[in-house]
């Protein structure tokens, strides 16, 4: 054999040595590691659109995919996961996605309806004899569906979990201590301790953790293999963003705390190629795979899932978007004549949104590291007008017009604030009396203490300010969060004080935190 051909042969030997290493390196990377179709001409120009509103909104990190035709087509990071650092958002960067965790929940459900495990019309009870809630009527007839829905009744409650060391089964043994407005069924109002409830349900249906069943049966299978449940786990990615906040207008790190018990209705973190396989399986009617020959959830289920239960009653405000309801564990409205199914999340400095418009084949997945979902809106809209090939939509020029009408009225509303104290009045008592542990049995507890002359309090590893305001009346605040309550101190027939009562659910009765018996005041 000549010395020419020995070499060609040789070549040829490492040429197909190289193609099958490559060829396994390939099998054994993720699928969602590539954009699987070019990057659509319509969205030249994207990247600027988004860059520049982020600057505008103060936005320090942010990733965006885009699901088309089947496939996904674009999937780009901007800005930074770690402002101080200078760590780049990637697509495999680990965000929040707060609420978007509800639609996994629905899903987990009608697996198991799927199954003929659950029906979403029996009562709760059938499957969770303890459910107890404070309303008696509820806690007979409230079924699956309406928990997922937000028709139970219930209003928000939202600071009995936040930043709470309460775990799931305690904030589900905890609903009968909480007041209901509404009857079953009759108006929608969001509720996160619901479909904490509904996770709860599939967990003690399926014999685990809701955790380990969406896992088990929607990660696992649909390859989210860097997606988690919890911060902590986040944490130890190496990928994971940080997350900010917009305290007077300035940017300050966002602090993690564990909302693990939340789970079901906010947990899950997650990035936009995990996050696009999440968005075609439900443009795909609940199949996935190379050709489509799997399913994780039944398309009649799933087409439950997507549709109609709960008319939310806002009034469109711009002419592009139709009236919305809630499906269970998504939104459903139009844009612009197009059929939207998606849903926005917001949990500890994160937030999220996932836009599906099903007939048209495109999903739109946008993860940021700001506690403000300005930014969501306009840049999924945004997207949409270019791959419909509709006359783009000035979205950010309505965002400033927005924010430049909501800080009028905050202007308005400090003006107002207080317009009915009673100047010159004093406290019943000196302040050190009103220092002490109050108590609520789904609450918690609101420590007030004493020192240097002044009180605060202390809930949930957030500390509050208290300014006497007239009488037994005191305001309570917080800058950092933004929050300002007038919340009163009550006394018993013998005069002392008995109790703290504080409006964290507007819609309801002022919540009453009773006092402890304590051996002596809490003076610091």
């Not at 305690?170 to 479909?195: A, H, P, S």
């Not at 809630?326 to 917001?346: F, Q």
């Not at 008995?498 to 051996?519: C, G, H, T, Y």
Request: glycine fraction near 8%; include cysteine; hydrophobic fraction near 40%.
């Amino acid at each position: 054999m000549k010395r020419s051909e020995r070499l060609s042969r040789k070549a040829e030997a490492a040429r197909s040595t190289l193609f099958l290493v490559l060829a396994l390196v390939l099998a054994f990377l993720p699928v969602h590691a590539q954009v699987t179709a070019p990057v659509p001409k319509s969205l030249q120009g994207f990247d600027k659109f988004a860059a520049a509103s982020m600057a505008e909104l103060k936005v320090p990190g942010l990733a965006v995919a885009v699901v088309q035709g089947g496939r996904l087509v674009y999937a780009q990071g901007f800005g930074f996961r770690d402002r101080e650092n200078k760590l780049p958002v990637t697509p495999h960067t680990l965000f929040g996605i707060g609420s978007c965790s509800k639609a996994f929940t629905a899903a987990t459900m009608g697996i198991l309806v799927d199954e003929g495990k659950l029906d979403w019309d029996k009562p709760i009870r059938t499957y969770l004899p303890d459910f107890v809630v404070s309303d008696p009527v509820a806690s007979e007839r409230l079924t699956p569906r309406d928990l997922i829905s937000h028709r139970t009744g219930l209003p928000r409650h939202d600071h009995v979990w936040i930043r709470s060391p309460f775990t799931r089964q305690k904030m589900y043994e905890n609903l009968r201590f909480l007041d209901f407005n509404r009857d079953i069924r009759q108006v929608y109002q969001y509720n996160n301790l619901m479909v904490m409830t509904a996770g709860y349900l599939v967990g003690a249906v399926a014999g685990t953790s809701w955790e380990e069943f969406a896992k088990a049966r929607i990660l696992d299978p649909l390859g989210m293999s860097e997606t988690d449940f919890s911060t902590d786990d986040s944490q130890k990615a190496p990928d994971f963003s940080k997350s900010y906040t917009l305290v007077k207008d300035q940017l300050e790190e966002f602090p993690f705390y564990n909302a693990d018990a939340l789970g079901p209705a906010g947990s899950i973190n997650s990035n936009v190629l995990d996050m696009s396989r999440w968005a075609l399986v439900n443009l795909n009617k609940g199949r996935y795979g190379e050709a489509l020959d799997k399913a994780f959830i039944s398309e009649s289920t799933l087409t439950q899932i997507h549709s109609p239960q709960t008319v939310v009653p806002d009034i469109p405000r711009y002419a592009e978007l139709f009236y919305a309801s809630y499906g269970m564990g998504w939104r459903i409205t139009s844009y612009r004549g197009h059929p939207l199914v998606s849903h926005g999340g917001a949990i500890m400095g994160y937030s999220a949104q996932v836009s599906l418009l099903p007939r048209d084949g495109i999903g739109v997945i946008l993860l940021n590291n700001l506690e403000d979902t300005s930014l969501n809106g306009p840049l999924a809209y945004n997207i949409f007008d270019r791959l419909l090939g509709l006359e783009p939509v000035d979205w950010m020029r309505r965002i400033r017009d927005d924010a430049a009408k909501a800080a009028a009225e905050s202007v308005r509303t400090a003006k107002d604030r207080d317009k009915d104290r009673k100047p010159g009045t004093l406290p019943s008592h000196p302040l050190e009396a009103y220092a002490g542990d109050y108590e609520h049995p789904a609450y918690g507890t609101v420590s007030v203490t004493y020192a240097g002359g002044a009180l605060k309090a202390d809930f949930h590893q957030r500390t509050f300010v208290m300014e006497h305001y007239h009488y037994d009346v005191f305001r309570m605040s917080n800058d950092w969060m933004g929050a300002d309550y007038k919340v009163v101190f009550s006394l018993d027939s013998k005069g002392d004080v008995a109790a703290l009562e504080i409006p964290f659910e507007p819609s309801v009765k002022d919540i009453v935190f009773v006092r402890k018996a304590a051996a002596g005041p809490a003076i610091r």
